[in-house]
């Protein structure tokens, strides 16, 4: 089908001069090249894009990278023992990053990996992303399957000992970030990834997760003080027999935020659970939410659990889908997305989704949004509690629910301290 | 200690008088009880002295001691020695009673210009007063009275009188919700907070609590006004022969 004009035109706008990066072997050559002709086919996304419809890609598109200002790096993970990979204005900084030696760990520059004739990332890079298409088109992934240079690439052959931690750090304030990371989790193996940071006055984030039977994956992503965050992340996971992939990620502030999580649950047995919560206050504030769970395999779990936090004209919003294939038997789905409106200005939209062709599942979704509780809070002032500080407690037990979905009990501490930090900077 | 003279309370949102001109003064070290029938005002008299939003005075004052209460917020009012032991006690999920407790303790004593309590410290403070009222340490973990049953959320109101130390102490149908034996265990609690310095208002329906907690002055509210005040035998008065009788007799 022929696509619109607007689109066609916004998209070679945006491509012309733009080519898929020289020097790498002729598998991901080829991989960039028909990412490239799948964007050009399926056109970059517009205001009248259904699945666009809360949150306008303009920002995204723009030719001209836009100027953000360099706020202080929020401290990502100090207190935790990792292995620190820093990205600096998108591109990998040694000087900055840890020694890449980890034991149960092959750990390797994106743009390294590239290069090789033989790596095993050639049966998985662009492949994750491109079935994570069904249904809708994710065209900012594509971008990034084309046009990324630089990224880590990550096999954990075993029960890695400390986490990986992206540090993306910012020296430019028009820098423009594409950065494409892939991962594999072979049998049995675990692994924990951590991401903080600034990262790019526009970045554009794609990871593709690979999980193989029994294998475990863990993400934490801090998305943090930068007002004039552009951010367009996509994370694909793909999990075999009774493995797990639990993300979680926590946004504060950031003009425009779209975190896509898209994940297919293959083998039997698998469990994923994907939750965030965002807080936003401000007019400028735009955080977006979209997740896609397809059931592929038999009595696999999946939870979405989403919670934000809006005041002040800020604007939230949420889509998640779980897909049930057909034999996909005894799926066990949950999905909740709720929304506490501090004033009456603040908005949030969701739109839920469930597609089954099973009959014997069970799934389950609720989205609600509502203003704080005022017999709570007269509740805790009565007991001499000030306003403000009854209203954060308030705050932090709303979010507490998507927070107990981090199985590191350290790690969800770490998060529960940034976020009372804001609040109380915010007050 | 508690000085409320001619007070007159309007519901905010409509045009209903609740609270008809209310005169009362609680010495210090006394107990007041106020019994009533359901409707009479009680409570909102219990929600207007603590600072509840939704109703507005139209006239008349409440002071504890020279402070003027209606001045002042609701924090500020517990910061001056003012508790509420609520009725219907509040499920808070998600936040922890013993950081709801501790928060709470610690606000007041910055509000006095006092030093906050370590962790450590609060927590041996409370362990103590809980013992007293067989709350179980596992109770304090909770969320605040997430799963509570009615006895335990009532004891856990008294537990946050007794860790908090009120000078003015408000009971709001503390025995509603009780069996015999939960209403012991909380009216020994309350009983044993009694003192020089410290005074209570004890709002109930029925005379039963008060063969716990013996008052030393019984005022019969009805219809927004205190219409009768007597010793505690008016209370065994209004169990014997109910309000009925007694609203005949006063009008």
């Known amino acids: ?427 | 200690m508690l000085n409320i003279k001619g007070l007159k309370v309007k519901l905010e949102e409509e045009d209903k008088q609740i609270l008809k001109g209310v005169d009362l003064e609680v010495g210090a070290g006394q107990v007041h009880a106020i019994m009533g029938p359901n409707g009479s005002g009680k409570s909102t008299l219990s929600y207007v002295l603590s600072g509840r939003d939704g109703y507005e005075v139209t006239d008349g004052s409440a002071h504890m001691g020279d402070i003027d209460l209606l001045e002042l917020e609701p924090e500020e009012r517990a910061a001056a020695g003012l508790f509420l032991a609520f009725q219907y006690p509040v499920e808070i999920p998600g936040v922890g009673n013993m950081t709801f407790l501790r928060t709470a303790y610690n606000a007041q004593r910055k509000a006095r210009g006092e030093d906050e309590v370590s962790a450590a410290d609060f927590l041996k403070l409370v362990r103590e007063k809980a013992k007293d009222l067989k709350i179980d340490a596992e109770m304090l973990k909770r969320p605040v009275n997430v799963g509570f049953s009615g006895g335990e959320k009532k004891r856990n109101e008294i537990l946050q009188m007794a860790v908090l130390a009120p000078k003015m102490c408000i009971l709001d149908e503390t025995d509603s919700g009780l069996d015999v034996d939960a209403m012991k265990l909380v009216s020994d609690g309350v009983n044993a907070l009694r003192d020089e310095g410290r005074s209570f208002l004890v709002i109930t329906h029925y005379q039963r609590l008060l063969d716990h907690i013996v008052p030393d002055v019984v005022h019969i509210m009805a219809d927004g006004r205190i219409v009768k005040t007597g010793g505690p035998e008016l209370a065994l008065e209004v169990e014997k022969n109910g309000y009925a009788d007694l609203m005949d007799e006063v009008q």
């Open chain 1, 1 to 427: 089908m022929a696509l619109p004009k607007a689109k066609t035109d916004a998209t070679e706008a945006r491509l012309s001069g733009l080519s898929i990066p020289e020097g790498g072997a002729a598998w991901a050559r080829e991989a960039r090249q028909d990412a490239l002709n799948r964007l050009t086919g399926m056109g970059l996304p517009y205001r009248r894009d259904e699945y666009w419809r809360f949150t306008n890609p303009a920002e995204f598109l723009a030719r001209e990278t836009p100027r953000a200002e360099i706020a202080l790096d929020a401290p990502g993970f100090e207190e935790t023992d990792v292995l620190r990979v820093v990205f600096t204005d998108g591109v990998f900084d040694a000087e900055a990053s840890d020694d890449l030696s980890l034991e149960h760990l092959e750990i390797e520059r994106f743009s390294e990996a590239v290069t090789k004739d033989i790596h095993w990332i050639k049966g998985l890079l662009g492949v994750l992303e491109t079935a994570g298409q069904n249904r809708v088109d994710r065209p900012l992934a594509t971008f990034n399957t084309a046009f990324a240079e630089d990224g880590i690439v990550l096999r954990a052959t075993g029960k890695v000992s400390k986490p990986v931690h992206l540090d993306y750090r910012r020296s430019d304030d028009r820098a423009e970030a594409v950065l494409r990371h892939v991962v594999r989790v072979e049998n049995g193996a675990d692994l924990t990834l951590l991401e903080s940071g600034v990262g790019a006055a526009r970045l554009n984030t794609a990871m593709e997760v690979d999980i193989a039977d029994r294998g475990g994956f863990h993400h934490v992503r801090m998305q943090g003080r930068d007002h004039e965050r552009r951010a367009a992340t996509h994370v694909f996971a793909r999990l075999g027999e009774e493995s797990t992939f639990k993300s979680f990620t926590l946004s504060l502030n950031g003009m425009m935020t779209r975190n896509e999580v898209i994940v297919t649950l293959k083998g039997d047995d698998a469990v994923a659970h994907v939750a965030g919560a965002a807080l936003g206050d401000g007019r400028d504030f735009h955080h977006d939410d979209t997740v896609f769970i397809t059931h592929d395999a038999v009595n696999c779990e999946s939870r979405q659990v989403f919670k934000k936090v809006l005041r002040n004209g800020a604007t939230g919003v949420f889509q998640g889908k779980i897909l049930v294939e057909p034999g996909a038997q005894k799926t066990d789905g949950y999905q909740i997305s709720q929304s506490l409106l501090l004033d009456e200005d603040a908005n949030f939209l969701a739109k839920p989704e469930l597609e089954i062709y099973a009959d014997d599942v069970q799934c389950s979704h609720g989205s609600t949004s509502g203003a704080i509780d005022e017999t709570a809070l007269f509740y805790l002032k009565s007991r001499g509690i000030p306003e403000d500080k009854a209203q954060d407690l308030l705050v932090l037990a709303f979010v507490a629910e998507a927070l107990a979905e981090i199985e590191d009990e350290d790690l969800a501490e770490t998060l529960r301290l940034q976020l009372a930090g804001w609040l109380e900077r915010r007050r």
